[in-house]
């Protein structure tokens, strides 16, 4: 307490030090708390080989390729195919901040990205119920899906079926799909129309 | 504290909880029973001038469960450095004396300790930042009353994990950001030679942050909201100069997303002049 008058004279410029030394750790600590974003970002995927013959591929759930008949595709030079082109370009010169979000999205591997949205349903339901006040356990309700505890489980056994469901109809999607692609051996509209930007890595697959 | 002196001395913290709030709701749990979490705390304060101090912090804690098959963990926890600058000291009222006080603290992990096994994580692991500001009032016969308040931002948190859910949405990353923490606290009490006997209110607020699921576990960016209520005894004893015993104890009144924890604590603090 004694000297104070001295010591008031001094102390803006020690204030001013310990200040400098609380905005260097500030600084530290705002430049390592960046936000997450939700998504996981991901470079756009580009294949290695087009897999040409997976029409040909084995079953696990249909019967064959042809369980599911595509319509053939309009002629090229036809007013439907040409209007459907038209159709194209005009979407592509309006797209906005979201279209052009999920175009970056799905560049990321369908696959991949559905995959990743049941893991994002299997960690959303993957709790246990909590015991009553009496001890005993609610099972969900299917009647009911959103009371407490949420239906379905998505336990480790759970969660694994709906992963296999949903990969094997993947799997089963895409060889029907690649059946039809060679089997019309439609160019991709980007390859009939120079107008027609490809807004993800292009492949040799038909349309 | 004055120039060129050093206050040192250890803290025994004992906390223990067996009721907690899993969001805004009170409940207990079969699985973990009564936690209980020790610390044993070194602390220092210097004197750099009459109005600057320079403090510093590190616990070593040590946690465990009643019941159930969670493992307790036990580390050295992270280690504060706090500067604390008397930025006003004038009479008031001429019954007394006011203060103005402020204060930056920056703290930091010192073991690799994961902060993804609350409520027996000994820490949240994340570094960071926070300014206090003080306002006291010390009367001439020996009661005082304070307010104090403090920001702090918190950095980001790695985890052992590539992806977590937490407030409704699946990350696909093992970085957590940490929303930031207000707390302010009240306080009043005697102190009067050897004694010093406050009693106050305090409240945490965490500006952001989920709420723990029906029968999930704690996630370490959870809204961790809590009042609380402290007393503490401090004592210079006549017959050893420069040594301090205190006793503490404190209660949570109500809280979100975290224990009802009472914790008690004892320790001594030892000053010597240079």
Redesign the interface.
């Known amino acids: 307490?004694k000297n104070?008058s001295t010591?008031t004279i001094r102390?803006p410029r020690?204030?001013a030090s310990?200040a400098l030394?609380?905005a260097v750790?500030?600084a530290?600590?705002?430049a390592?708390?960046?936000?997450?974003?939700?998504?996981?970002e991901l470079t756009p995927q580009t294949a290695n080989n087009d897999d040409a013959g997976a029409g040909s591929w084995k079953m696990i759930l249909l019967s064959g390729p042809t369980q599911f008949t595509v319509a053939p595709p309009s002629a090229v030079s036809s007013d439907a195919y040409q209007a459907e082109l038209a159709a194209i370009k005009t979407a592509q010169a309006n797209l906005t901040q979201a279209q052009k979000d999920a175009i970056d999205y799905w560049s990321g591997g369908a696959v991949l990205r559905w995959n990743?949205i049941l893991?994002?349903l299997v960690?959303?339901y993957n709790?246990?119920?909590?015991?009553r006040d009496d001890g005993s356990y609610p099972a969900p309700d299917a009647n009911n899906p959103f009371a407490?505890?949420a239906f379905p489980f998505a336990n480790p056994p759970y969660s694994a079926r709906a992963y296999s469901y949903v990969t094997a109809a993947q799997f089963e999607a895409l060889k029907v799909a690649w059946y039809y692609k060679y089997q019309y051996n439609r160019p991709s509209p980007s390859r009939v129309d120079s107008g027609i930007q490809p807004l993800m890595p292009t492949t040799d697959l038909p349309s | 504290m004055p120039k060129k002196a050093l206050c040192t001395g250890f803290i025994y913290t004992h906390d223990s909880w067996d009721e907690y709030w899993e969001g805004t709701l009170k409940?207990s749990n079969?699985n973990i029973g009564a936690i209980t979490t020790q610390s044993v705390a070194w602390m220092g304060a210097y004197g750099i001038?009459?109005?600057?101090n320079a403090i510093a912090m590190v616990p070593y804690l040590w946690t465990g469960a009643s019941q159930g098959v969670l493992q307790g963990q036990s580390g050295v926890q992270d280690l504060s450095l706090a500067?604390k600058?008397r930025?006003l000291?004038t009479p008031f009222t001429g019954a007394g004396s006011l203060r103005v006080i402020?204060a930056?603290t920056?703290g930091t992990p010192l073991s690799d300790y994961t902060p993804d096994f609350l409520p027996l994580s000994i820490g949240l692991a994340s570094?960071?930042?926070s300014?206090r500001s003080t306002l006291y009032f010390h009367a001439d016969s020996g009661f005082f009353v304070n307010a104090t308040g403090a920001y702090t931002?918190?950095?980001?948190v790695t985890l052992d994990r590539p992806?977590?859910?937490t407030d409704?949405?699946?990350?696909?990353?093992d970085?957590?950001?940490?929303p930031d923490v207000f707390d302010y606290s009240v306080s009043t009490g005697y102190i009067k030679g050897a004694w010093q006997v406050p009693i106050s209110f305090s409240q945490q607020l965490t500006l952001g942050g989920g709420d723990i699921?029906?029968?999930?576990m704690p996630f370490v960016s959870n809204k961790m909201n809590l009042s609380r209520v402290d007393a503490l005894v401090k004592y210079a004893l006549p017959w050893v100069r420069g040594l301090q015993v205190q006793v503490a104890a404190a209660h949570i009144v109500s809280g979100r997303n975290v224990g009802q924890g009472t914790t008690l604590s004892a320790g001594f603090l030892y000053t010597i002049g240079f």
Do not use: K
């Not at chain 2, 699921?213 to 999930?216: A, I, L, Y």
């Open positions: 307490m104070e010591r102390a020690r204030l310990a030394a609380a750790a500030l530290g600590v705002a390592c708390s960046r936000s997450i974003p939700t998504l996981e990743q893991r994002e960690a959303r709790l246990p119920p909590a015991p407490d505890p | 409940r079969g001038t009459d109005r600057l500067l600058y930025l000291e402020l930056a920056a570094s960071r930042f300014g931002w918190r950095g980001n992806a977590y859910f409704g949405e699946l990350h696909m990353s970085e957590v950001q940490m699921r029906r029968q999930d």
